[in-house]
């Protein structure tokens, strides 16, 4: 089974969400994500100062299976990207937790976050999906 990092939340859509200490997070694709698309070759993230709401696709991962959106589990303001990503799309197969992580985003409303999975509920759905 994907590993589920306790300190995180998740979306059903399975991206990630860090709380970082500035008070903007950290978002990126789980484990599971990773996995299920095989290895990347392609990482298009949006620039610094887009604003995305919840639910929509604001990036794009492409791996040698197929070209799959990445929705934001939260509304806020992309603060970053993580640029290490344009050469080394890997690095989500690789850390998809760590160095993997997509973009940095401004929170529109902090208490988002916490409507987010659990890692439990989060390990609950990885069960059901897998059947």
Do not use: C
Not at 22 to 37: C, K, M, R, Y
Not at 47 to 61: D, H, I, L, S
Not at 102 to 122: C, F, K, Q, T, W
């Amino acid at each position: 089974m994907s590993s589920v990092p306790g300190n995180l939340r998740y979306a059903r859509t399975h991206e990630w969400v860090r709380p970082l200490s500035d008070g903007t997070v950290e978002i990126g694709i789980s484990d599971h994500a990773q996995h299920a698309l095989g290895d990347l070759v392609f990482v298009d993230l949006p620039e610094p100062g887009r604003e995305v709401k919840a639910g929509e696709a604001f990036a794009v991962v492409e791996s040698v299976k197929a070209a799959s959106d990445v929705h934001s589990p939260i509304a806020g303001t992309v603060i970053a990207g993580n640029t290490a990503l344009t050469a080394e799309p890997e690095l989500i197969n690789h850390d998809a937790y760590g160095k993997g992580w997509m973009v940095r985003i401004r929170a529109a409303n902090a208490a988002d976050v916490e409507a987010l999975l659990s890692p439990g509920d989060y390990a609950t759905l990885l069960h059901e999906e897998a059947g």
